[in-house]
C-alpha cells in the first residue's frame, strides 16, 4: 500500500457516539432497525434513543404503547414522541443534540425510483450526517467483522476513508476499503486487461492511491472484489461470504440520495447489502468527516 504523503496525515475525529437515534413509527418495518441499533450500541458503550413522530396529539398515547413494547436487552433505552408534520425535521432536530447517529430502517419499490425511503432521504439533505440504514428485506448475516467503507473510480477523493477508520476505531474492528472491478477478459491481442480505475487501469493501484490521498493515521487493508454484472452484486456477494459488521458508502451527490435515484450506487447498495450501511453524504468544504 502506498504511504501517506509526508505532513498530510488527517487525525480522526474526537467525537463520541453516545446514542443510537431510531425513529419509528409503530410499524414491525421501522422496529427492524432496533436490534441493529442495539448491536451497536453495546460495542461503544452508547444508549439507544427510540424517537417517533406522529402528525396530532391524539396520537401520542398509542404511540407511547407501541414503544414501551420495543425492548434492546443489554442496551439502556429511551424514549419520546413528538407531535410534527415533518418526521425527517423532526428527526434532524433531535439529531442536533446529544451525540446522536440516526439508525433506521428503509426500502425502495423495485419499479419504483424511490429506492431509498423519503425519510431517510430527508434526513440526508437535511442533517448532512452519516446515517446508518438497513433494509429488513434483505436476510442479514450474523458473526461480521470489520467495516468496510466502498469507493468506486468516480470517487478520488477517499473522503469515506477517514469514515471507514473512524468507525472502525470506535467498533475496535479492522478498517478495509474495498472497490468492485469488472471482470475484464484479457485483449485478444494480449497485455493487461484495461478497466475504469485511472491511467493505468488497475484496481489495486486505484485503491493504494484513494488511501494515501486520503491522509489518514491508522491502519487500512484494501480489497478488489470482482464481479460482472454491478457493485451491489459484487457487495453483496462479497458480504455473503465474508460477513462485515458496518459498509460505508458515500452518496457524493450534494442533495444526499436523490429522489430520481434510480441507478443510483448508493441507494442500490442500501437496497441489497446484508451489513447495515453508513451513508455518508457529499460534506461541504471544511466540514467533519464522521
Do not use: K
Not at 436490534?35 to 424517537?51: I, S, Y
Not at 398509542?62 to 428527526?91: F, M, N, Q, S
Not at 480489497?223 to 455473503?240: A, F, Q
Amino acid at each position: 500500500m502506498a504511504a501517506p504523503p509526508p505532513g498530510y496525515a488527517r487525525r480522526m475525529s474526537s467525537a463520541e457516539v453516545r446514542a443510537l437515534l431510531v425513529p419509528v413509527d409503530g410499524s414491525d418495518f421501522s422496529a427492524a432497525a432496533v436490534p441493529v441499533a442495539a448491536d451497536l450500541a453495546r460495542r461503544f458503550g452508547a444508549r439507544v434513543d427510540l424517537l417517533s413522530v406522529v402528525d396530532r396529539d391524539e396520537a401520542r398515547e398509542p404511540r407511547e404503547r407501541a414503544l414501551a413494547d420495543l425492548t434492546a436487552p443489554g442496551v439502556e433505552v429511551t424514549r419520546e414522541v413528538v407531535v410534527a408534520g415533518d418526521p425527517a425535521a423532526a428527526i434532524d432536530e433531535a439529531l442536533r443534540t446529544g451525540d446522536r447517529v440516526a439508525c433506521m430502517a428503509t426500502h425502495g419499490r423495485s419499479r419504483s425510483a424511490a429506492l431509498v425511503g423519503s425519510v431517510a432521504h430527508g434526513v440526508i439533505t437535511r442533517s448532512r450526517a452519516p446515517l446508518i440504514v438497513t433494509c429488513p428485506y434483505v436476510r442479514p448475516v450474523g458473526g461480521g467483522r470489520g467495516v468496510l467503507g466502498c469507493v468506486d473510480p468516480s470517487d478520488t477523493s477517499g473522503a469515506v476513508v477517514p469514515v471507514t477508520l473512524e468507525w472502525a476505531h470506535r467498533l475496535g474492528e479492522p478498517a478495509v476499503v474495498v472497490t468492485v472491478a469488472e471482470n475484464v477478459p484479457a485483449p485478444v491481442t494480449g497485455g493487461p486487461a484495461r478497466r475504469a480505475f485511472g491511467p493505468d487501469g488497475d484496481p489495486q493501484l486505484f485503491l493504494d492511491e484513494v488511501v494515501a490521498a486520503a491522509g489518514v493515521e491508522g491502519e487500512v487493508a484494501t480489497r478488489v472484489v470482482e464481479d460482472p454484472i454491478s457493485v451491489w452484486s459484487g457487495l453483496y456477494h462479497h458480504l455473503r461470504q465474508q460477513p462485515a459488521t458496518l459498509l460505508v458508502v458515500s452518496t457524493r451527490s450534494r442533495s444526499g440520495l436523490a429522489r430520481a435515484a434510480l441507478g443510483s450506487v448508493a441507494a442500490q447498495i442500501v437496497r441489497h447489502s446484508p451489513a447495515p450501511v453508513l451513508v455518508v453524504p457529499r460534506a461541504a468544504p471544511g466540514a467533519p468527516t464522521g
